[in-house]
């Protein structure tokens, strides 16, 4: 799969946790403009986990701070 | 000059904060004298304690003490070195001696707290490459080992079998998993699935830990905890445990029949590079684990206790942590910190003590009245407690 399909697939599962409506960009950060608290991470990232048939762990999460980083992660992990 | 404390001030103005409501600082109580497992004096006040891990009423119990006095006649106050050169005396290997006989486990390994047996045993186990596969509410210590560790971290939602499944069948093939579970969760008091949960985390191939250190001496046939209730304690590679609850000591364990177990003595840095437990203590210890192996009337009457006092306080209309009680612990959920702090306040007042519990050692941000019943707690002083719970929550305003 492509960037810009992973993208899009990626940002429809952002929907349901993006509780104010921030239009989302590659540098939108989780912590910061989404503001993802831990419990809201540990879904978001389950439902991507379960949307790609990927893992995700801690450590690599560590790494990922913004959407962008988050596509660029699963197009990866996607091999 | 940027100052290192400034990531503090948050935490520091939320204290402020509550402080300046005129309550008492629920994080600063000084026990002046303990009188029994279940009473105290505080503020010069005698007051129940509901809100300790003293789960089988060993502290006081007099074969413990004399044993612990005989060993600091016999040994001296403490060992000044590490359980791997000068700090392995004869009470050190009695209780690991101990604890294979409560367990029925081939080896057995003391730390000198809990904290530190979870932070040796999950470092060095689950090393670099490998994946340790844990639910999202486990205890501070077992993320601290994971932390100090190399190892991959995947967290999976709370008691959730089917999210634990799939992680653990994403792992890429040939990598060593470890999963790590708690009998009982000691903040809303819930045990783990752990029949189910064992038998799938065995069916992907991982190698199991189970932290039981609040259901040693109560829960299972022989107080062997969550695992053994379920029928499943064989299958568990790693139980962790500790002395500081139902043991009444201090000190941390863990016991398996991992045939090459013994080689961790080596290479646990937190077992290696510290001083082992004073000799008083691992004799209380030794003692108290004996004597914990037939304690089954005191079992039957902590588990009256812990019904007697979830139905009431469910009867009175308080939210509790789970619907039916489960364990020696029973939460009591409190709409936020202001009216937890208030209700935690009026309690003391009453001549009770509990455990207010914040974020981060809660899930999901909630503020709880941690309740933890004691074997030694008579039925009438139980009946006393569920009084003050009752003037208490309507003086607050929580039923």
């Known amino acids: 799969m492509d960037r810009a399909a992973t993208a899009d697939r990626i940002a429809a599962l952002i929907a ?11 540098s939108s950060s989780f912590a910061g403009d989404l503001e993802f608290d831990s419990l809201t991470v540990m879904d978001f990232v389950a439902a991507i986990e379960d949307e790609f048939d990927i ?17 660029d992660a699963v197009v990866k992990l996607q091999g | 000059m940027a100052d290192l404390f400034s990531k503090f001030d948050g935490l520091i103005a939320q204290r402020e904060g509550l402080l300046a409501t005129g309550v008492t600082d629920p994080f600063s109580l000084v026990m002046e004298r303990v009188l029994s497992p279940t009473v105290a004096v505080c503020n010069g006040h005698e007051t129940i304690l509901l809100g300790t891990y ?12 004399e044993a612990g006095k005989q060993a600091l006649e016999d040994f001296g106050s403490g ?49 670099k490459g490998d994946y340790i596969v844990l639910d999202i509410d486990s205890h501070a210590s077992i993320w601290d080992g994971c932390k100090l560790g190399d190892a991959e971290v995947v967290p999976f939602k709370h008691n959730d079998i089917s999210a634990m499944d799939k992680r653990l069948g994403r792992i890429p093939e040939g990598a060593g998993k470890l999963v790590i579970l708690e009998g009982v969760y000691s903040m809303l008091g819930d045990i783990a699935p752990l029949k189910e949960m064992v038998a799938v985390a065995k069916g992907h191939g991982a190698m199991v830990l189970v932290d039981e250190a609040h259901s040693m001496g109560f829960i299972g046939p022989n107080g062997r905890g969550v695992a053994e209730e379920q029928g499943v304690l064989d299958q568990v590679d790693f139980v962790i445990g500790t002395f500081s609850k139902s043991v009444g000591t201090v000190g941390g364990f863990c016991v398996s029949n991992h045939p090459k177990f013994e080689i961790l003595r080596l ?3 937190p077992y290696v590079f510290t001083a082992s437990l004073p000799p008083s203590v691992v004799a209380t210890a ?30 009175l209309g308080f939210q509790l942590g789970t619907d039916h009680p489960q364990s020696a612990i029973i939460s009591v959920i409190m709409p936020d910190l202001e009216r937890g702090a208030a209700m935690w306040e009026a309690l003391l007042h009453e001549g009770l003590y509990v455990n207010l519990a914040r974020p981060p050692a809660t899930p999901a941000g909630m503020t709880l009245l941690r309740c933890s019943l004691c074997a030694e707690h008579t039925a009438e002083q139980v009946q006393t407690i569920i009084g003050m719970f009752d003037r208490a929550g309507r003086a607050i305003g929580i039923i």
């Open chain 1, 16 to 26: 349901p946790f993006n509780k104010n409506g921030v239009a989302i960009e590659d």
């Open chain 1, 55 to 71: 893992i995700i762990s801690m450590n690599q999460q560590a790494e990922i701070e913004t959407y962008g980083q988050l596509v």
């Open chain 2, 54 to 65: 003293n789960y089988m009423g060993m502290t006081f119990d007099p074969d413990v003490i």
């Open chain 2, 79 to 127: 060992t000044t070195g590490s359980r791997v050169l000068n700090g392995t005396y004869a009470g050190h290997r009695a209780v690991e001696t101990a604890l294979k006989d409560f367990y029925a486990m081939d080896h057995a390994m003391v730390f000198s707290t809990g904290y530190q047996a979870n932070l040796g045993i999950i470092s060095t186990v689950a090393g």
């Open chain 2, 267 to 269: 290479v646990c840095r």
């Open chain 2, 286 to 315: 030794a003692t108290s684990i004996r004597k914990l192996m037939d304690g089954n009337n005191k079992r039957a009457h902590l588990w009256e206790n812990s019904r007697t006092l979830h139905g009431a306080l469910k009867g």
